[in-house]
């Protein structure tokens, strides 16, 4: 299987072909002819299917009442107990997954049936209201295949989420029975209310031998690490109530206890906490004298006051969340949606998702033991750290909790990341809240290294005709000492680049590349040439930096790989008047962009620049001939977060014979254009990545008092 | 092309283009005759009675869950400890949370007999825990206790197998049962199977075993440590071998593999067929069957050819030029390429089925290594191929930063080892997984300090937040006069004056107590006076009335004015991670005397800026105070000196960068080196030679040289240019 996302061009667009005009129009017609015919052909072809499949529809609409019986025979076959050694490599068949370019895993559901036993009684309920919302969002998403034999995970229509409706032994029969069975391999079952008295066991009690288990409400000695899914005991408030989301900020408790029926002895603890601090914990019960007709669930009393339920969350910053007869409480779910912080008290328990879920960023767990510490525990988290908490506490509902199709499709997921280790998502993905994954950046170049000064740079010098300045570029350029290799992109499709012999002559080596077309974007294509991880894009027209002041900034940029390290810089201005941005070439105090006309940067960026530039930015700017920089300037700023880095003092970049960049900056309509392009760019990146500094590097002795011979970079600054 | 050509590969792809089409839909309708329906697919009925299914559980049991029948709390969390023991230990069950309450979290190793030899690597760990911060030599206030008993390799076969150690151990007083107590080891079981038998009964003790299978695993409670060698170091650690971040990855292999191939016995199943993925091109995967005294005896027909291609290639350069590195289960599930193939850069690619990865309570494999299976080890090769150019280089960086934080010494993995049961303690101040897999690591984020990202210089990109825009001026006073002198009331005028000072603190080291608050200058910014009690190394303690994320650390006699201080705290805030400030040196290496040395001359380069005027983030106040050893601040207070350049140290070490030195408007350097002749020859060139002992010996204690140097100072951007002075934001920084 080809992978075409690495099958990029490594080559250049020096080697596109250009077809005559002639040629293409043959090609055009006949293509629209062989075109025109396949669609014709294919509407013939498949309008009948498409027809027969909509009938297909009117036969789903039926009851659950009307399904096929079946009956289980007194001594049809129970599974084995579940496998508690059970592990993806043990008891799962990957073989059935295969390897595909999506890597996703197929998810097959059975049919629905209604089980009886010989006398004809029924097994269980009918499907509950969640399981059926479960199944049709399997069956809705990218993971469903109603091939058998393509599957790779079976999920039983045996509605098993509540252990407390099921007759035990009937059940795992009817299971047994399933046309692919075997042993329960590769089989998935959901649970959320597990056990029962007098036990309470915290797994699911139906004999399911290697059946998948996604329960909620696992201890640390039932839940099979890497091969069962923990999952939420889904709250029907959640479909019923809506909570709007509330902004940070303090709220009018500091503790509350919302669940009924707790066991005396931490009903007792919390009252001890509450006498110790007053009206800041708030512990509510069960309503005791409420009318009929008001659902006991929807209130929530304390003494003779009465509360709205889940509304009432919202005025805590934290809320307890402690273990029933069962370790998974339905009450998280409803934590979670009001934005305040769980404080998890339940031994062993093992999170919903918790392997991927980072629940530490959203909750906070206390030991039972630890109980009576718990205010001074919650009143250590600093302020800010809470209002994080909340906002990721209510991502987490949001995301994972709110409904059984989020719930069902995160379970999917985790099978899946297992199955597919190598496409899974990443932590950042599961975890950060949409707004976090707005605002933080991650560098793809986090490592501190400062690359071996032996590596040196690549000049890339882009030029059209003007050979003569070149050639002085080329000759100035190779006195730096750590120049690697020279490479000259020649944009000029109507002449050849001058013979070899004409060129200068160099200590390295020198490449002409050869492009298709007059691009702007050809200076940022990462030629294979470029072996080297700094780069020197530089105009054929910048001819009076010294080789001090090129070898210093190949320096500075050793010292920050990650940015833009470059010789004249220019900055961004929000103009009030016109309430837009601006673009600032004058002689500023601070620095937003450098010129690419004279940076080093890291070849990764050119990467970037020609395969991940958003939006429409990159053919923009070939269009416009104009502002190839101020992109760079932004797609790096954007991928890291950083502000560029201007070397070297002030300098006037201009030559006789040529149009120097300060030359044209002066140009009215130039920098009109130029403030466009910014304007333009923030609207496609969404934001304004460009970071305003008032810092440029000069060499450590700079200015200073002491002999110039001494100093490593004595060169710098000579106008 | 000429134009004939083209026509006729026109029509020949015409021609298929149609036939494909045509022959397809045939075939299509093969199948459907043949077996399944063609019909759309079948979904999940939408039923026409779902909105009147009922919910799986009645609301009401779902919000009043108890049963009082049942256990009180007390009473179940009191029944844990019989039920879950040995194979079903878990924290809550088998470890005794009490004993860290009283003195924290504090290790006790047993002491040493004289006639237990123990192996090289066991005596590393003992002497990484010895150093620790955590160390204590009272078993009395200890939470966790480690044996002095060398239990690394349990294979009763090896030579340094240790018998006897069931009656050794219940012989110890402090051992109960094994609770709280922590066990490591390397090796276990023996041929053939290589089972986790230990050969002893380990009680309720955490094992810290490496090629833990996730069977025997006990969550929360075990820890998965990797495998090392004798040779690995005590501490400091190579580097990893990453020198530059290319994309494509521009390696000569793909993926390469040399070891053995077991023909018979445990893990020959995955050894056996790794030479079917070798293509001789670009992955290279190479076995060879010679290994053991008989291996002639199961010799099959592919031996002599592979073991002359084996002895082609060496592994070492496979490992540098390779991007990815095959790591299969050998006899036990771990093995030392692991650890090589991360320092190597060469990304882990794991066929060890059932391999508890080392530190994975903390560490998220999925961002440095391929998790794959064995069963489908012929996907491999497609599979990694598949993966993007850019997560390669994320895989790669990410396997350094793994390798330099946690694995490269003994000192780290022992430390990881500790931190990760020491979280367990309390939850609530524990490291988020962000934190452990984030630069600098887990083992330098304090969880005491904050568990809070916004709170540290590390994250503020990644969590989208900045510094605060602030600073605190931190001044140490130590002369003896008891008096203001002039130097000191214009620095805090100067201090004061700046537009980002929230206040000035003023730490009194001297003999005699401070001057009444009158005698002091009238600031617009709170001036507090903290008591100090004469030791250098206050002068990094974490004080809490430090509030702001920047402290300006002074010295009484440094001379800044508010442009120096504004523009240096500007810097900082682009910095924060690092310390920004004026005064700076430079270390070298002296081969004649073979040791490093600093100057304070000038030098085109630095590496050390002084804290007698330098910004830094108050992190590292906690760092200097509670995550260094104790031994190195009594060292640096018994020298009365140096304080300055371990804090450089200790933030190089943690950053891995340079310093950064800004404009000074009056050379601080012509006045240090006169103060130091000043204190009057013999003491004064003492001084200056103890200073330089300090740096060798904070390099010995760090295991390796960690200050980088910087060849750069920031200046304003408009510093000394031919602009008018009125265009300039800092124009007091360039009168002479």
Request: aromatic share 12%.
């Amino acid at each position: 299987i080809m992978c075409a996302s690495t099958k990029y061009n490594t080559r250049g667009p020096a080697l596109i072909p250009r077809m005559k005009t002639k040629h293409r129009i043959y090609y055009i017609t006949l293509f629209s002819i062989v075109l025109l015919g396949l669609i014709a052909t294919g509407m013939f072809q498949f309008w009948p299917h498409s027809i027969e499949s909509s009938s297909d529809w009117t036969v789903e609409k039926r009851s659950v009442h009307d399904v096929p019986v079946v009956k289980l025979p007194a001594d049809s076959p129970i599974p084995e107990r579940g496998d508690l050694s059970c592990r993806m490599h043990t008891c799962f068949d990957v073989y059935r997954c295969g390897f595909n370019p999506k890597n996703k895993i197929k998810v097959y559901i059975y049919s629905l049936k209604k089980y009886v036993d010989e006398f004809g009684t029924a097994v269980s309920n009918t499907i509950s209201r969640e399981y059926n919302e479960l199944l049709t969002a399997i069956s809705d998403s990218e993971f469903y295949t109603d091939d058998v034999n393509r599957a790779c995970l079976f999920v039983p229509s045996i509605d098993v989420l509540n252990q407390n409706v099921l007759r035990i032994k009937e059940t795992a029969q009817a299971l047994a029975q399933l046309s692919r069975w075997d042993r329960g391999t590769n089989h998935l079952l959901f649970n959320m209310l597990p056990g029962g008295p007098p036990d309470y066991n915290t797994a699911l009690d139906v004999p399911r031998d290697r059946a998948l288990l996604a329960g909620g409400g696992f201890s640390t000695w039932t839940y099979r690490q890497g091969y069962d899914v923990s999952i939420p005991v889904y709250s029907p408030l959640s479909a019923e109530v809506d909570l709007p989301e509330r902004g940070p900020g303090p709220r009018r408790y500091f503790i509350l206890s919302s669940q009924m029926a707790l066991h005396p002895e931490y009903q007792s603890e919390l009252e001890a906490l509450q006498a110790e601090n007053g009206e800041s914990v708030l512990i509510l019960d069960k309503c005791t004298n409420l009318s009929d007709g008001v659902p006991a669930v929807r209130k929530r009393c304390y003494k003779n006051q009465v509360f709205d339920y889940p509304q009432v969350l919202q005025e805590s910053t934290f809320c307890v969340v402690l273990r029933g007869a069962r370790l998974g409480q339905a009450v998280l779910s409803d934590v979670l949606q009001a934005g305040c912080v769980p404080v998890i008290i339940a031994d062993s328990y093992i999170l919903p998702f918790s392997e991927v879920l980072d629940w530490k960023r959203a909750s906070v767990v206390i030991p039972e033991e630890k109980m009576p510490e718990m205010y001074s525990i919650l009143q250590s988290i600093p302020q800010r750290q809470i209002e994080e908490m909340q906002r990721q506490a209510r991502w987490f509902w949001e995301a994972y909790f709110r409904s059984m199709k989020a719930i069902a499709l995160a379970t999917l997921q985790i099978i899946n990341d297992r199955i597919y280790p190598y496409a899974a998502i990443s932590y950042e993905e599961w975890n950060d809240p949409p707004a976090v994954k707005w605002s933080s950046v991650s560098n793809p170049l986090f490592l501190p290294l400062i690359p071996p000064q032996s590596q040196g740079f690549t000049a890339v010098v882009l030029t059209y005709d003007r050979v003569e300045s070149l050639f002085r570029v080329i000759t100035e350029v190779s006195k730096v000492p750590s120049l690697s290799k020279l490479l000259v992109v020649w944009n000029n499709q109507n002449k050849n680049p001058p013979e070899d012999s004409l060129w200068p002559k160099i200590r390295v080596p020198l490449k002409v590349v050869r492009t298709a077309e007059n691009k702007l974007s050809n200076r940022f294509f990462p030629y294979d040439e470029i072996e080297t991880e700094a780069v020197l894009a530089i105009d054929d027209d910048i001819i009076m930096l010294t080789s001090d002041e090129l070898q210093f900034g190949y320096e500075v940029w050793r010292e920050f790989p990650d940015r833009l390290v470059g010789y004249p810089g220019r900055l961004h201005l929000w103009d009030h008047e016109m309430n837009k941005w601006k673009y600032e070439s004058e002689w500023t105090n601070e620095v937003s962009m450098v010129l690419t006309g004279a940076a080093f940067y890291h070849k990764y960026f050119n990467y970037l620049y020609t395969y991940k530039m958003p939006g429409d930015i990159k053919n923009w700017v070939d269009a416009h001939m104009n502002c190839e920089d101020i992109a760079m300037n932004f797609l790096v700023a954007n991928v890291t977060g950083k502000s560029v880095i201007k070397v070297t003092p002030r300098k006037k970049f201009k030559c006789p014979e040529c149009t120097a960049i300060d030359g044209l900056s002066l140009d009215q309509t130039h920098m009109v254009e130029r403030s466009e392009c910014i304007n333009k760019f923030a609207s496609v990146f969404g934001t304004m990545p460009l970071k305003v500094v008032e810092h440029r590097a000069d060499p450590v002795l700079y200015k200073d008092d002491f002999p110039e011979k001494l100093k490593s970079f004595p060169n710098i600054g000579s106008l | 092309m000429q134009t004939r050509k083209k026509y006729i590969f026109l029509t020949f792809l015409a021609s298929w283009l149609l036939l494909f089409f045509f022959g397809g839909d045939q075939l299509r309708r093969f199948a459907f005759f043949s077996g399944r329906k063609a019909e759309a697919r079948r979904n999940w009925p939408h039923w026409t009675d779902r909105s009147l299914l009922k919910n799986f559980a009645d609301p009401e049991e779902l919000q009043r869950d108890g049963d009082p029948s049942l256990l009180s709390p007390r009473e179940r969390r009191a029944a844990w400890l019989s039920v879950y023991k040995s194979s079903r230990c878990r924290m809550e069950s088998c470890f005794d949370f009490s004993r860290c309450n009283r003195n924290g979290f504090k290790v006790f190793t047993y002491p040493r007999e004289r006639d237990q030899p123990i192996s090289e690597s066991y005596g590393k760990i003992l002497a990484s825990i010895e150093r620790s911060r955590y160390y204590t030599p009272n078993p009395e206030e200890a939470c966790l206790f480690i044996l002095s008993i060398d239990t690394l390799d349990r294979d009763h076969l090896s030579a340094q197998y240790v018998r006897n150690v069931d009656e050794k151990i219940h012989g110890f007083p402090l051992w109960n049962g094994g609770r709280n107590h922590l066990i490591f080891n390397l090796y276990s079981g023996t041929w053939p199977n290589y089972t986790g038998d230990l050969g002893f009964d380990i009680g309720q003790a955490i094992l810290a075993k490496a090629s833990f299978d996730t069977e025997s695993f006990r969550p929360g409670f075990d820890v998965s440590i990797p495998l090392f060698s004798k040779d690995h170091p005590q501490r400091g650690g190579e580097r990893g071998w990453l020198s530059q971040d290319s994309v494509p990855p521009k390696k000569k292999y793909l993926l390469v593999f040399k070891g053995k191939r077991y023909l018979t016995g445990i893990g020959s199943g995955t050894r056996n067929a790794l030479h079917h993925i070798h293509n001789g091109k670009d992955i290279i995967s190479l076995t060879t069957c010679k290994h053991g005294k008989d291996w002639e005896k199961h010799k099959d027909t592919r031996c002599d050819k592979d073991n002359v291609d084996y002895e082609k290639f060496d592994y070492q350069e496979l490992l540098h030029n390779s991007t990815f590195c095959i790591v299969p289960r050998g006899r036990r599930l771990g093995s030392f390429r692991f650890l090589e193939a991360l320092q190597a850069a060469c990304i882990p690619v794991l066929l060890s089925d059932g391999w508890e990865l080392p530190f994975s309570e903390a560490i998220d494999w999925s961002k440095a290594a391929v998790v794959g299976s064995e069963r489908l080890l012929l996907q491999i090769p497609s599979a990694v191929r598949c993966i993007h150019p850019e997560r390669v280089l994320a895989f790669q960086q990410q396997t350094q930063f793994l390798w330099d934080a946690y694995f490269s010494s003994v000192d780290k993995i022992v430390h990881t080892t500790l931190e990760i049961i020491k979280d367990r303690l309390s939850p609530h101040r524990s490291r988020s997984r962000f934190l452990w897999n984030t630069l600098p690591g887990g083992l330098l984020v304090l969880p005491d300090f904050s568990t809070h990202p916004g709170d540290f210089p590390f994250y503020y990109l990644q969590h989208g937040s900045s510094p605060s825009e602030k600073f605190t001026a931190f001044i140490r006073v130590v002369s003896q006069g008891g008096s203001l002198s002039q130097p000191i009331l214009r620095l805090i005028q100067a201090v004061s004056g700046s537009q980002y000072c929230a206040q000035i603190l003023v730490l009194w080291s001297c003999e005699k107590p401070p001057p009444p608050s009158g005698k002091w200058p009238q600031t617009t910014v709170p001036l507090t006076i903290i008591q100090g009690r004469r030791k250098l190394s206050d002068r990094f303690f974490p004080y809490t009335a430090i509030q702001t994320d920047a402290v300006l650390s002074l010295d009484e006699h440094t001379s800044l004015s508010t442009s120096e201080v504004d523009f240096a705290f500007v810097v900082w805030r682009s910095f924060p991670e690092r310390i920004v400030g004026f005064p700076a040196l430079s270390h070298f290496w002296d081969p004649e005397q073979g040791r490093w040395g600093y100057t304070s001359k000038w030098t085109n380069e630095l590496s050390i800026v002084l804290t007698a005027a330098a910004f830094y983030h108050r992190y590292y106040h906690s760092l200097f105070t509670e995550y260094l050893p104790a031994g190195l601040r009594e060292l640096v207070d018994g020298l009365a000196t140096c304080e300055d350049i371990l804090m450089n140290v200790l933030v190089a070490a943690v950053t891995k960068l340079p310093p950064i030195k800004v404009t000074q408007r009056k050379q601080h350097k012509d006045t240090v080196p006169q103060q130091v002749k000043g204190t009057a020859g013999a003491a004064g060139s003492r001084r200056f030679s103890q200073r330089q002992d300090c740096l060798d010996q904070l390099v010995d204690w760090f295991g390796y040289m960690p200050l980088v140097s910087s060849q750069l100072r920031l200046d304003p951007v408009l510093f000394k240019d031919q602009v008018s002075v009125l265009r300039k934001k800092y124009p007091r920084l360039e009168r002479p």
